[in-house]
């Protein structure tokens, strides 16, 4: 757990948080036409495209240890997560040829989507989210990070899946390099937590 400045706490995704983070994901209709937060986790060859199937999936993966995220919660509500894991874990990211082909390391992690409930929005959760992910990656010995943020150059968009520039700017985050038209790719070394 990852006590906040206000009201609200960081827990890790886990079987046990399994219930908040469901119901947060279903009060959104799966989330992004019914992704469950899978998205990033599976190949597009290896993806069956259904809400049901995809909320099994990420149940399943949730249960052997294989789905991280930082759930922020307000008392046993969950409001927002951001996920984040592996490589290995989470092998789909946008733009990945040019990614591969740029590339001049892997990171320990890649932290992928963040999410706000609808009625919590416009209250900094995205940044208790992301601030929660670093402090998680921290707990379990820490390591390269990377992000993929938006950089909307003053333009905008309508849907920020992984926030923007600034956000991971605030977090400690440097730019790498550019991704795409407006995405990037945000490094920072996390130390383990003592």
Known sequence: MVQTDGPFIVRALTVDTWPAFADLVERHNGVFGGCWCTWFQTMHAEKTFTTESNRELKERLVREGRAHAALVLDGDRA????????????????????????ADLHPDYRITCIFVDKKYRRRHLTAIALQGAVDLIAQTGGGVVEGYPHDPEGKRVAVLYNGTRSLFEGAGFELVRKKGQRNTVMRRTVSPAH
Not at 79 to 102: F, M, T
């Open 79 to 102: 409001v927002a997560w951001a996920e984040y894991g592996s490589c290995a874990e989470l092998p789909n990211i946008y733009h990945r040829k040019q990614y591969d082909e740029e």
